[in-house]
């Protein structure tokens, strides 16, 4: 168990802390002339066959709210120490609010130095505390007089906090590594170490890790679990971490050392906010203010969601945008301090750490929030599902959640699941059927605007009519619509079953002719004058022949008066993904080369994918390549295609 300290300077924290377990946690020079804590005091009470309980000791100083913050975060019990003489005062408010705010599970409050006053003032001292304490998380809270000199009720509050984690069960649900740096400095024999509470997760010597925000990755050498040499660190621990692969100037106080799988930075976050009371006016959009989250902070601008504005005392869904990234996970508490960082204002639950930026207001999107705000994932999880028609992007769990146990979470929920390469989205069924509906409305409405054309390929489709979707969804959609008979496919065409094209008795004919002559040469076909001196047609004909081939899937025209078998294009289609996958990018000199191509030919294939959108072209200061759409639904069909000998002519 973490024990967090709070409450105004010159209380008593430090002494009370060194009373409980024998450690003087002013460290600093400066601290000890003084006789004030500048910075976090660790301390540990030895537990007999039990984990040390661990104590951060805050300072309690107006200006140091924020390393007061840092320490607070993640503490399991939270000791609001009021001494007796001065009895509450400025930062016993706002510590107090505080502990409130970040939602810390247990508390006790110490009433300090009894030695100094009578009776009486300690009766009234402790009514002030009562009063102050209602209506918080608090509320409820034990009160031990103390002293620090002369010993009076520390041996009860000891016994106490022993209670209180004997008590603590540990969630053993899976997750992803996550420690939060609250110090940073260099050890003989260890190199540099990170010490922290861990939030999620294990980790053990040898692990590797990444530090966020960046795109660091460390290796742990050594560890130690409050206080002790340890094979693993679990969550509630304070853990020392000996990293390998950074300096100690490359890291700071408030990042965090997460498992890569799960490492991301929030720079759009959306939140659930609640304001404090005692505020003279209420919170409105377009407000700075600082948010504190583990041992960090950065400033943001506010946007409400839902309300116009927040009235002291209130709560309301809004989005914060962070002018620097913090390492934020779904469930996080987090504080928000005002523009001038000199008063805490509220605080609230982190909701989705990769808030949209687009329709971030509408109602469908309230709703899917008012789901995030759940605590068990399993039924917030489900919860989403019915909530988000476009369905939940499963992959993003592990860098949003710090869950990667997707599969566990849906058991028992009904559900219709599409995975395509790194894309993995889970719809309920009836989403899914009206998703499914939705595709086949969508070719309907082309038809009727476009009478003329056989169908829309995929890509046309996706971005005409679900644009807020994943291509790979709507892939998944049209071949089961496809397999059920509601659609038909002509080549990368999508169409109605009634409004495939059919070729005449001619057009079959003339098609069985020339796929022989375009693919003797797949990769150079011949030109529409040479296909027509050899089938004996006018040039005219035979150009108005292979058009309408195009138009059923057979053929494709790359440019005016050349034309390459649907055969040819899949091959080529394959060419391009294995020169990207073998090169890291596709360039039309290693497309040449791979495909026997003059470079002209070449180019003239690349920019035809282009155009039918399986390719994007990147022109940047002389830099000229092609970059294969992931996920592309027209790749997918072309690669498809049977053979030849095979594919029908309808």
Not at 361 to 389: F, H, K, S, W
Not at 540 to 558: C, D, E, F, M, P
Request: net charge positive; charged share 25%; hydrophobic share 45%.
């Amino acid at each position: 168990m973490i024990v967090g300290t709070a409450g105004h300077i010159d209380h008593g924290k430090t002494a009370l802390v060194r009373a409980l377990t024998g450690v003087d946690t002013d460290r600093l020079p400066e601290e000890k002339k003084r006789g004030i804590s500048i910075e976090l005091g660790y301390a540990y009470l030895p537990v007999e066959a039990a984990p040390a309980m661990g104590f951060i000791d805050v300072p309690g100083h107006e200006r140091l709210v924020h390393t007061m913050l840092a320490g607070a975060t993640g503490i399991d019990f939270g000791l609001l120490v009021v001494a007796a003489d001065d009895g509450v005062m400025p930062q016993t408010r706002e510590h107090l609010a505080i502990l409130h705010l970040l939602g810390v599970p247990q508390a006790a409050c110490a009433i300090t130095k009894v030695d100094r006053v009578p009776a009486d003032r300690l009766r009234e001292v402790e009514g002030e505390v009562r009063v102050l304490l209602a209506g918080t998380r608090l509320a409820e809270a034990p009160i031990f007089d103390v002293s620090s000199i002369d010993g009076t009720g520390i041996d009860a509050l000891r016994a106490h906090l022993l209670a209180a984690q004997a008590g603590i069960r540990r969630n053993a649900a899976p997750g992803a590594f996550r420690l939060a740096i609250d110090r940073v400095f260099t050890l003989d024999g260890a190199g540099t170490v990170v010490t922290g509470t861990v939030f999620a997760g294990e980790v053990r010597i040898g692990d590797e890790l990444q530090v966020v925000p960046g795109q660091r990755r460390v290796r742990v050498r050594s560890l130690r679990a409050q206080n002790r040499a340890a094979d693993c660190g679990r969550p509630g621990d304070r853990c020392a971490l000996g990293l390998a692969g950074i300096e100690v100037a490359d890291i700071a106080r408030g990042q965090w050392v997460v498992d890569p799988r799960a490492a991301s930075g929030s720079s759009r976050v959306d939140v659930r906010i609640d304001m404090l009371p005692h505020l003279a006016k209420p919170l409105r959009s377009g407000a700075a203010v600082h948010v504190h989250a583990g041992a960090a902070h950065a400033v943001g601008r506010v946007a409400l969601l839902d309300a116009e504005a927040v009235p002291p005392g209130s709560g309301a869904l809004a989005q914060i945008v962070l002018q620097q990234p913090l390492g934020l996970w779904t469930g996080d508490r987090i504080v928000l301090r005002d523009a001038s960082a000199s008063q805490t204002i509220g605080g609230g639950q982190v909701l989705d750490p990769l808030a949209p930026v687009r329709y971030r207001r509408v109602p469908e999107r309230l709703v899917q929030l008012q789901a995030l705000a759940l605590a068990d994932p399993a039924q917030r999880l489900a919860a989403l599902l019915q909530a988000a028609p476009a369905g939940v992007r499963l992959d993003a769990l592990p860098v949003s959640w710090g869950r990667s146990d997707a599969d566990a979470l849906l058991r028992g929920v009904a559900h219709q699941r599409v995975r395509r390469g790194d894309i993995d989205i889970a719809f309920t069924p009836s989403h899914w059927q009206a998703f499914a509906d939705a595709v086949v409305e969508a070719v309907r409405g082309f038809h009727q605007r476009f009478p003329d054309e056989p169908g829309v390929d995929l890509a046309r489709l996706s971005r005409m009519a679900f644009a807020r979707v994943e291509p790979a969804v709507v892939q998944a959609a049209a071949e089961t619509l496809v397999e059920a008979g509601r659609l038909a496919r002509q080549g990368a065409w999508l169409m109605l079953p009634e409004h495939a094209v059919r070729l005449s008795e001619q057009e079959r004919v003339f098609a069985e002719r020339i796929r022989p002559l375009l693919m003797a040469r797949a990769f150079d076909p011949p030109w529409v004058r040479d296909v027509a001196a050899a089938t004996g047609q006018l040039e005219t004909v035979t150009r108005v022949q292979l058009n309408r081939l195009a138009k059923s899937g057979i053929v494709y025209q790359v440019v005016r008066d050349l034309f390459y078998d649907a055969d040819a294009i899949a091959r080529l289609a394959a060419i391009a993904q294995a020169v990207q996958a073998e090169c890291g990018e596709l360039r039309a000199a290693a497309f040449r080369d791979r495909t026997g191509l003059g470079r002209k030919r070449a180019i003239q294939i690349l920019e035809f994918f282009d155009r039918i959108g399986l390719t994007r072209r990147i022109h940047a200061r002389g830099d000229d390549k092609h970059v294969l759409r992931s996920n592309h639904p027209l790749q997918g069909l072309m690669a498809n295609q049977p053979p030849t000998s095979q594919r029908p002519i309808s």
